[in-house]
Nanobody, 118 residues
């Protein structure tokens, strides 16, 4: 059974930082591309960043230079370091175990709320 458990969200002022974590189980973690997604109220869920099993990463343009995705395959955990946060980063953040580099998988965590105040 695939389980993804996100943590690390919270309330932060603009310009601040947060680090999100996602602990995965039920998958061969080191082989999976992992993605971080976010969904703001009234908007569709969208990809923020993804990282391959080997560590190659890419980012949506709006977070480039501010967010860093990383992974620890020994701990089955993927991270999202978020710096220079902006109010528009406010959303529920989810991780996902991709079925391929381009495609999210079927399983999502419960999400973690990130709120950035101005």
């Amino acid at each position: 059974q695939v389980q993804l458990v996100e943590s690390g969200g919270g309330l932060v002022q603009a310009g601040g930082s947060l680090r999100l974590s996602c602990l995965a189980s039920g998958i061969i973690f080191s082989s999976n591309t992992m993605g971080w997604y976010r969904q703001a109220p009234g908007k569709q869920r969208g990809l923020v960043a993804r990282i391959s099993g080997g560590g190659s990463a890419n980012y949506v343009d709006s977070v480039k230079g501010r967010f860093t995705i990383s992974r620890d395959n020994a701990k089955n955990t993927v991270y999202l370091q978020m710096n220079s946060l902006k109010p528009e980063d406010t959303a529920v953040y989810y991780c996902n175990a991709h079925s391929s580099w381009f495609s999210p998988g079927d399983y999502w965590g419960q999400g973690t709320q990130v709120t950035v105040s101005s």
